[in-house]
C-alpha cells in the first residue's frame, strides 16, 4: 500500500501528466531508494546557500511544466565550479517558459546504468536494466523482465547485458557493488507493482553506481492520462 505522501506526490502532479524531478526524487527517498542530496530553489540565493553547503562542483538542472526531456533542451549543467557560473546558470534558466525554480544537486561519479519500468496493458509492470547516460539510447544494452524481481532474477539481468564485465569488474576496474544494485532494483520493482494503477513508466537515468554504493541521478516519472486519485 502507497504512502500518503507518495500518493500526494502523484495526485498533485496529474494535471501535468508527469511528476517534476524534485518532487521524483522526493517519492523516491520516501520509498527507501537513494538519491543525491539536493534543494528545488526558486530563489537565487536559496540555491548559492545550498551549493555551498554541500560543496562545488555541483549539477543544476531547471524545473519547467514545458520541460520534460531537460538535456535535449540544454536544462542540465553539470560540473558547475563556483557561485558565479550557478547564477549565470540559475539566469539563463528562467528564461524557459513555465520556469518553476532550479533543482541544485551534488556531482556523482560512477557508472552510468538505466533503471526503468512500463506498465503494460497485458503483462502489467516490466522492469528494464541497462546501460545508461545521454548515450542509453545508441548503446540498446538492456534487459528486461517482469516484475516482481528477486536477487536471483537481478543477476540474470546483469549477466546478460552485453557489457556485464564492466559492471563486474573490467581490466582492473573496481566493480560495481552488485548487493546495492540488487537492493535497489528489488524495492523499485515493489515501488513500481504498487504504483501501476496511477503510473504509465518510470526512468531512472542515469543511476550511478560505484563500489560503495548506486545512486539515482535523474528521474522521471510518466502518469497514466486522465486517472484521478
Request: include cysteine; proline fraction near 4%.
Amino acid at each position: 500500500m502507497l504512502k500518503k505522501e507518495i500518493e500526494s506526490i502523484l495526485s498533485g502532479s496529474n494535471s501535468q501528466g508527469w511528476v517534476p524531478e524534485p518532487e521524483a526524487k522526493r517519492l523516491l527517498s520516501l520509498a527507501g531508494l537513494p538519491v543525491p542530496r539536493y534543494l528545488w530553489s526558486r530563489s537565487l540565493e536559496d540555491a548559492l546557500r545550498f551549493a555551498g553547503e554541500i560543496g562545488y562542483p555541483v549539477v543544476s538542472k531547471v524545473v519547467s511544466s514545458e520541460v520534460v526531456h531537460k538535456s535535449d533542451r540544454g536544462g542540465v549543467v553539470v560540473g558547475i565550479a563556483g557561485p558565479e557560473e550557478l547564477a549565470a546558470v540559475f539566469d539563463r534558466f528562467r528564461q524557459f517558459g513555465g520556469f518553476d525554480g532550479v533543482l541544485v544537486e551534488e556531482m556523482l561519479t560512477g557508472l552510468e546504468l538505466i533503471i526503468g519500468a512500463k506498465v503494460d496493458y497485458q503483462f502489467g509492470p516490466v522492469v528494464l536494466l541497462g546501460m545508461g547516460g545521454v548515450r542509453a539510447e545508441i548503446y540498446r544494452d538492456i534487459a528486461l523482465r517482469m516484475a516482481p524481481l528477486d536477487d536471483a532474477c537481478i543477476r540474470g539481468m546483469v549477466k546478460s547485458l552485453r557489457a556485464h564485465r564492466l559492471l563486474e569488474g573490467y581490466r582492473g576496474e573496481d566493480p560495481i557493488n552488485l548487493q546495492e544494485l540488487s537492493r535497489l532494483m528489488t524495492i523499485f520493482s515493489g515501488l513500481v507493482m504498487e504504483m501501476e494503477d496511477l503510473i504509465d513508466s518510470i526512468d531512472l537515468n542515469p543511476v550511478m553506481c560505484t563500489k560503495e554504493k548506486c545512486i539515482i541521478a535523474d528521474a522521471r516519472i510518466m502518469l497514466k492520462e486522465k486517472h484521478v486519485l
